[in-house]
Each structure stands twice: as structure tokens, then as C-alpha cells.
């Protein structure tokens, strides 16, 4: 079934068909530098150490990310920090390495640091053994204190699990899971070398129902060889049939010159703008009709899960994983190439892992590059993530809270928002700006208003799709 009626028209579509960031952060990631040093960020995790991260005279819980590289074969459409290997053996060497990192961070931090939030990602984070799963998990739980009642995620490759495995993962304490469908037409399944059957997924998914794994996520993705409207609209409604918790939504960005997989994409298989938007149109129609609510930023979620309760209670939240339920809190990027974030600062560890490797045998964190914000740069990104995850920005909260004058420090970004309230995306009032309900589903574009970074379109050039 291709869903008829759609709630966004094909010449809105069109119009923010460009580039621009996701917002996982401001400034984003490109903007870091080299002169950010390991230094800087253990004085960061010292000053978080001596009482900065304190609410109310308690240490505000954390947030850590595990970066997992490790894959067993290419898809050919990933643009991740991944080791494409067969041999499970490499493993050891990394989680040897994780362990020093994790207890440099221990050394700075102190120990009995509360974690309320904890993702796995990767590459392949289900590459790793049962045994090996554990061992990561038991070095967590020595080495900090996960809060009950806490979000605890892995990304989960279903090639590579079973029902077992899956409650295995639920005795190691996660309690949600995220499953990598992307596609399940067999033909572009062949095409971007990621086959997996529908049943193999459906089966998992009910599985971990059963289980009790509190929230499921299908990630998706369209725009890739092989697909047709027609066929992406049969993937939709078989995940909205299958129902879980929460869908994310993806656009693929074929940056082949940046991402070597990609090459092998034969890039005349790729849908053409027109069926893109075709796509993305009838998906949002499809999820809609089945009961599920736009968060923003390409996620949907069921009415009753945390993070639709979380939207219309003005309580998301968004960090390097996306949006989240979880106060805004410092995070630790633990592994290869993972990013975080403390206090008002922002890092990521070496890329390549003997960069990783080499540094941890010298007893130094692995931090090579990130950014200390300035306080323009505070200032935009409470403006930024207050329009990305409450859809609104009230000029007396950031004026109170940062000693400005919003309409004199944004009048220039105010005016590039006319065009906007024109189309019917936001609306601009005397004390603030609201983002409408159609505003959602382009509030990247909205957002990069702010964004004092993206100044020429080539600029831009480096970041994936609005849609």
C-alpha cells in the first residue's frame, strides 16, 4: 500500500532538499581542532571532579557512549568508524585498551560517578562475544554507579544475534535495543551487501518483547540503489505492522570521495530527487497513519513511549546519540574515535586505532582533537537546541540566563526567519519564536538560522540532506 494523502507538499520537500547538520551538538563536530588537546579535556573531567557538575550539591549523572568498531563485513552505504574483520581475536587487544581508558577517566573523575544513560554503538557492538559483552559491562559497573531506572542501549546487528543472545544482553542490564534494518527488499538489501530477512528481524523483535526490553528502534533508511517509492512504501508499512517503540528514519548522503564503501555503489541505482521525496513523503504518511508521532529530526515513536511523552511534556533532550528523556549531562566518549561532552567542552578520541592504541600505552587519553565553547557559542546553542527539542525559544529564558539582548544580538538571524514564518514554519511573536506543527519536519533548516558556522554552501557541502 503507498499511502495517498501526505502532510507536507512536494514543493516544501523540494525546497529544503540541502545539506546541513544534524545538531547532535553546537558547534558540530567539524568544527573541532587539533589544539583542543588531552590536556584540556582532563581539566574538564577535573573540574567536573571538584564540584562543577553538582546540582544541588549532587553529582549530576552521566551519560557515557562505548564505541564498538568492529565489523564482520562492509555495508556498503556505512559512513561509521568501523574495522571490517573476520577475525574475533582483534577484540582483545580493544577491550584491553577500553579498560585503560575507562580507568584514566576513573583516575580524573573519582570513582562512584552516577550514569543514568548508556549506549553502545558501532560499527557492530553484537561483534563482540557473549563473554566479551560482559567483560565490558562488569568494568562499567565497577568503575561507576548505573542508577536504576537508567536508558541503557545497544545497537544491535540481527545477523549477527539470537533470541539467546538477546537475553543475554537483557542479564548484562540493557533494556533497550536498537535494530539496523535500513531496508527489507531483498533486491537493495543485495545492493548495499546487508542481507537479512524479514523474518529473521520479526523474530527478534518479538523475542525481545517477550524478554522485556523496554523500548525497540528499527533504524531505516531511504535513498539508497534499488529502491523505489513503491517498494520503500512496502518496507514502511511492514516496520509499521511490526510496530516498535521507535523508528529512525535516515537519508542517505552518497559521499563516495569522503567514504570508501560507498564506491562500490553503482551510483546510477541511486532513486533520483523526485522518488526521494516521494519516499520520504509516504513515509511520514505511513508511520502517521499507524499510530506513530514525529519527534523531529527524522525519529517517530509511539504514543506511550518515554520519548513522545518527553516531546509533548517539553522534556526532550539531544546529544551525540540523537534525541533522548535523559537531563542534558555531561558524556563520556569511551573507544576509537567516540565524542563527548563535559561541561563546556567538547572531544573526540583518535580515529584509527593504533592512534588509540598508541596513546593508551603511554598512559595518556586518547583525545586528539575538540573544541573548549565560547560564550557566543552557548549562547546559539541553548537558542539551537531549545528550537530543536522543545520547538520553541522564549528570548527572557536565554536573555535571563546569558545576560543578552535577544532581539539586538539575533536581529540579523531574526529577518533570515521571515521567509520562514511566510511559509508557515515558524511563528515569530514578541517574546519569542514557535516552531509550527509542519515546522518539525524541517526544524534542521530552522536551526541553521542560528548557526553562525555555515556561512557558504560549500560549507555545507560536508553535512547529509535535510531530507
Avoid at 559497573?141 to 549477527?160: H, K, M, N, Q
Amino acid at each position: 500500500m503507498v499511502p495517498s494523502q501526505s502532510p507536507l507538499s512536494e514543493e516544501l520537500l523540494r525546497r529544503f532538499d540541502v545539506p546541513g547538520p544534524r545538531y547532535t551538538s553546537y558547534p558540530t563536530a567539524d568544527r573541532f581542532v587539533e589544539a583542543f588537546t588531552s590536556a584540556h579535556y582532563a581539566q574538564a573531567l577535573q573540574q567536573r571532579a571538584s564540584g562543577v557538575g553538582t546540582v544541588g550539591g549532587r553529582l549530576s549523572p552521566l551519560s557515557l557512549y562505548v564505541h564498538i568498531p568492529f565489523c564482520e563485513s562492509v555495508c556498503y552505504y556505512c559512513a561509521c568508524n568501523k574495522v571490517i574483520t573476520r577475525h574475533h581475536e582483534r577484540a582483545a587487544d580493544y577491550l584491553a585498551a577500553l579498560e585503560t581508558e575507562i580507568g584514566l577517566n576513573v583516575a580524573l573523575l573519582g570513582p562512584e560517578q552516577p550514569v543514568s544513560q548508556l549506549h553502545f554503538g558501532g560499527g557492530s557492538p553484537t561483534f563482540l562475544s557473549d563473554t566479551e559483552l560482559a567483560r565490558v559491562m562488569d568494568t562499567l559497573r565497577r568503575s561507576f554507579r548505573l542508577a536504576a531506572g537508567g536508558e541503557y542501549s545497544i545497537e544491535v546487528d540481527p545477523r549477527t544475534v539470537t533470541p539467546s543472545r538477546l537475553a543475554h544482553l537483557w542479564s548484562l542490564g540493557f533494556n533497550r535495543l536498537s535494530f539496523g534494518v535500513q531496508d527489507f527488499d531483498a533486491e537493495v538489501q543485495k545492493a548495499v551487501h546487508r542481507v537479512q530477512s524479514r523474518e529473521a528481524v520479526v523474530s527478534l523483535v518479538q523475542a525481545a518483547r517477550e524478554i522485556g526490553f523496554e523500548s525497540i528502534n528499527v533504524d531505516l533508511i531511504y535513498g539508497l540503489p534499488r529502491q523505489t517509492p513503491e517498494s520503500f512504501a512496502e518496507t514502511v508499512r511492514q516496520v509499521g505492522e511490526l510496530r516498535p517503540d521507535r523508528i529512525a528514519l535516515y537519508a542517505y548522503a552518497h559521499l563516495p570521495q569522503r567514504f570508501k564503501p560507498q564506491r562500490r555503489i553503482d551510483a546510477t541505482q541511486l532513486p533520483g530527487a523526485a522518488a526521494k521525496i516521494a519516499m520520504l513523503s509516504q513515509a511520514i504518511s505511513g508511520f502517521l497513519e499507524h499510530g506513530y508521532d514525529y519527534i523531529g529530526m527524522d525519529h517517530f515513536a509511539l504514543q506511550d513511549d518515554a520519548l513522545s511523552v518527553a516531546k509533548r511534556q517539553g522534556r526532550l533532550h539531544r546529544n551525540f546519540q540523537g534525541y533522548s528523556t535523559q537531563p542534558d549531562c555531561d558524556l563520556l566518549g569511551l573507544g576509537v574515535s567516540a565524542i563527548g561532552r563535559v561541561g563546556v567542552t567538547y572531544s573526540q578520541n583518535a580515529k584509527t586505532l593504533p592512534e588509540y592504541y598508541d596513546a593508551l600505552r603511554q598512559g595518556q587519553l586518547p583525545v586528539v582533537r575538540g573544541l573548549a565553547l565560547s560564550r557566543d557559542d552557548l549562547v546559539r546553542r541553548a537558542v539551537i537546541m531549545a528550537l530543536m527539542c522543545q520547538g520553541h525559544v522564549v528570548f527572557e529564558s536565554i536573555e535571563l540566563s546569558y545576560l543578552v539582548d535577544f532581539r539586538a544580538q539575533f536581529a540579523a538571524e531574526l529577518e533570515r526567519l521571515e521567509p520562514f514564518a511566510e511559509m508557515g514554519l515558524v511563528e515569530i511573536a514578541e517574546d519569542g519564536v514557535e516552531v509550527t506543527p509542519t515546522g518539525w519536519y524541517f526544524v534542521r533548516a530552522i536551526a541553521m538560522v542560528f548557526d553562525k558556522y555555515l556561512q557558504a554552501d560549500r560549507t555545507r557541502e560536508k553535512f547529509s540532506k535535510i531530507i
